[in-house]
């Protein structure tokens, strides 16, 4: 790798650190395609030293040896999705939110894998961060559209009844871990999926992220100023 690869990826994982990030951009008409570069890049090279002036020496000793690659990435948590890392996982705190979690991973999926489980509360979880969505799990749970419901078993007329407890002590284990700060790396962003039982409109329309059990995720397309 070059000095200047190697520069540019110490950049980005400095701006991480501090802040000046994010872990996702969308191209639209807000962005100003006729923006000046050299206001851009000038601006961007202040933003660095401002990141770098926020980090201690411990922090800059890491990054640097990340980007030199002497050294493998350390802290990063290693999620294996089997049932050694669901045993590790602590009682997950009662909360409004973790029961919403807990319930939509049981009523929509508990027949699936553990992987397939914390799956479908990254759809969740991600549609709460989307402004497109309610900003809260119990918000995006309920929603309904189209003169139904997002997720079916919340308007099926039937009462939840929660019949399996272990099945359930799962899900709220997931959805605890989930809610906890686990991060989201099995669908690559999507905030939508289906069965293959079915084929919606919007699927054609929308990118394949992942094919995880008995679920196919989707994310929408990016939009950009020319589309």
């Not at 980005?12 to 100003?32: C, I, K, P, R, Y």
């Not at 002497?70 to 049932?83: E, F, H, I, L, T």
């Not at 399996?164 to 709220?172: G, T």
Request: proline share 5%; with cysteine.
């Amino acid at each position: 790798m070059s000095v200047l690869m190697r520069w540019a990826a110490s950049v980005v994982l400095l701006f991480g650190l501090a802040g000046g990030v994010h872990a996702e951009m969308t191209v639209s008409q807000s962005n100003d395609p006729d923006g000046s570069i050299d206001v851009h890049m000038t601006a961007l090279l202040g933003q660095e030293r401002v990141a770098i002036g926020s980090l201690d020496a411990e922090a800059i000793a890491a990054v640097a040896t990340a980007s030199s690659g002497n050294g493998k990435a350390r802290g990063k948590p290693v999620m294996s999705y089997d049932a050694a890392w669901l045993a590790q996982l602590p009682r997950p705190e009662a909360s409004k939110e973790l029961e919403c979690l807990a319930e939509a991973l049981y009523f929509e999926a508990r027949g699936e894998s553990i992987k397939g489980q914390a799956a479908v509360a990254e759809v969740i979880l991600n549609r709460v961060d989307s402004p497109a969505f309610p900003k809260s799990v119990c918000g995006v749970v309920n929603q309904g559209g189209d003169g139904g419901c997002q997720f079916s078993y919340t308007c099926d007329g039937r009462a939840e009844v929660i019949s399996e407890p272990e099945a359930w002590k799962r899900s709220a284990k997931i959805a605890g871990a989930m809610l906890g700060g686990a991060p989201r790396l099995l669908t690559e962003g999507a905030t939508f999926f289906h069965t293959p039982m079915v084929t919606p409109r919007w699927s054609k329309r929308f990118e394949l992220t992942a094919r995880i059990g008995s679920h196919l995720f989707y994310r929408p397309p990016l939009r950009t100023a020319l589309n």
